[in-house]
């Protein structure tokens, strides 16, 4: 977390590496076996914070937006061989790994701005991925779901 004009070089490439070569790498393994099945579920992981426009992330959030980008034309692409492509776009989620840049304070003050106020744990995040992963969903593409309490609207 640090102003855009003080982060490392590397630290952008890193970050954009991780979080929009990585899902572009996955996505370009995965997809021969989907196309020949004629069937497929693409999830990418986005995130909501981009949807703010956070300060001081803008490596992170520049890659998650990256990341709806690609959902989207990929689900043009991918949807002649019966492929969706979707982005799930969580908000602050509570996991294991400690997050040294968000103070209680400033925890206490996102789970007031939501509109369920609770924390956010991984458990939120599981039905949205078998919905999106199911049959249920199959004609759903191209599409951002927000899943964060309600502290952003699409």
């Known amino acids: 977390m640090r102003p855009f004009e003080e982060i490392p070089i590397d630290e952008w490439v890193r970050v954009l590496n991780v979080n929009i070569t990585g899902t572009f790498l996955m996505t370009r393994a995965l997809v021969p076996l989907m196309r020949r099945n004629k069937w497929g579920r693409v999830i990418n992981v986005s995130s909501a914070a981009f949807l703010m426009g956070r300060p001081n992330y803008l490596h992170y959030t520049t ?14 692409e991918l949807g002649p061989d019966g492929i969706t492509v979707n982005a799930l776009l969580p908000g602050a989620t509570d996991t294991e790994v400690p997050r040294g840049t968000v103070t209680p304070e400033q925890k206490r003050q996102q789970i007031a ?22 049959d249920d969903s199959a004609f759903i593409t191209g599409q951002s779901l927000v899943v964060d309490g309600g502290y952003c609207f699409l």
Do not use: N, W, Y
């Open 63 to 76: 890659s998650k937006a990256a990341v709806v980008g690609m959902t989207r034309s990929l689900a043009r």
């Open 113 to 134: 701005m939501r509109c369920i106020q609770r924390e956010e744990g991984p458990r939120d995040l599981e039905g949205v991925v078998s919905f999106l992963a199911s």
